[in-house]
């Protein structure tokens, strides 16, 4: 069976900190792709970034970095010099073929940014 | 990008009583799904459309709960009869195909409130 741990429910940071959002997954797949997704106040979920069980390059977008490493089954998320508007809640996210492609998703970590 | 489009946004139905939710996906989107997510969890798949055929609906309590996808492009949740416990947000999200690697565009979701 597939599952998605996120082990921080929230987070609250001072803006222009960094701040780190773990995510810790299992899977029997050989396999599988990564998501992150991002579900401000509005409620609607925005996909961040994917990754592939195969490539475990760190990737670096603007303020946001992810690191994959597959010996510890972790993919965390990093913000840089947070900011208010990065306020809302993470959703990490797992597909693979043991479930036919489907997400699973983790319950999530709220992030809050204050001013 | 063209968005998922759902609604309405806000439900408030009284229990036994019947409701219904709209989901248009992406133009050219041939996958389709309808997630609950209970607050402060994450998304929970209830049905997975490809076209108008659906390919999963294993979570799907059927007594109460039906979903069609008639020619392939929009689709409808219904629910009846409503329960206290059917209380969640309900997310329509859709593909470019089926399959593990493709991210999820949601629509920005129905609050349902059972009183």
């Known amino acids: 069976a597939q599952k998605v741990t996120q082990a921080q429910t929230e987070i609250s940071v001072v803006e222009k900190e960094d701040v780190t959002l773990d995510c810790v997954y299992e899977?029997?797949?050989?396999?599988?792709?990564l998501f992150w997704y991002k579900q401000p106040p509005s409620g609607e979920l925005v996909f961040l970034i994917r990754?592939?069980?195969?490539?475990?390059q760190n990737e670096i977008s603007g303020r946001y970095s992810w690191n994959f490493q597959k010996s510890t089954s972790s993919f965390n998320f990093t913000i840089t010099a947070s900011q208010v508007v990065d306020s809302a809640v993470y959703f990490c996210?797992?597909?693979?073929?043991?479930?036919?492609?489907?997400?699973?998703f983790g319950d999530g970590t709220t992030l809050t940014v204050k001013p | 990008e063209a968005e998922v489009a759902q609604s309405p946004r806000y439900k408030i139905t009284e229990k036994s009583q019947a409701v219904a939710f709209w989901c248009d996906p992406i133009?050219?989107?041939?996958?389709l799904y309808w997630y609950r997510q209970i607050l402060g969890q994450g998304p929970e798949l209830l049905v997975q459309?490809?076209?108008?055929?659906?390919?999963?609906d294993s979570q799907l309590p059927k007594d109460r709960f039906s979903a069609e996808r008639l020619k392939g492009v929009d689709s409808t949740l219904k629910i009846q009869p409503a329960e206290l416990g059917d209380s969640a947000m309900y997310l329509c999200?859709?593909?470019?195909?089926?399959?593990?690697?493709?991210?999820?565009?949601f629509g920005n979701g129905t609050r349902l409130t059972v009183t």
């Open positions: 996210a797992l597909s693979g073929d043991t479930n036919a492609g489907k997400s699973t």
């Open positions: 990754r592939n069980s195969f490539d475990e």
């Open positions: 459309f490809q076209d108008e055929s659906v390919v999963d």
């Open positions: 899977t029997r797949d050989t396999t599988y792709y």
């Open positions: 999200a859709s593909s470019r195909d089926r399959g593990k690697m493709s991210p999820l565009h």
């Open positions: 133009s050219g989107h041939a996958t």
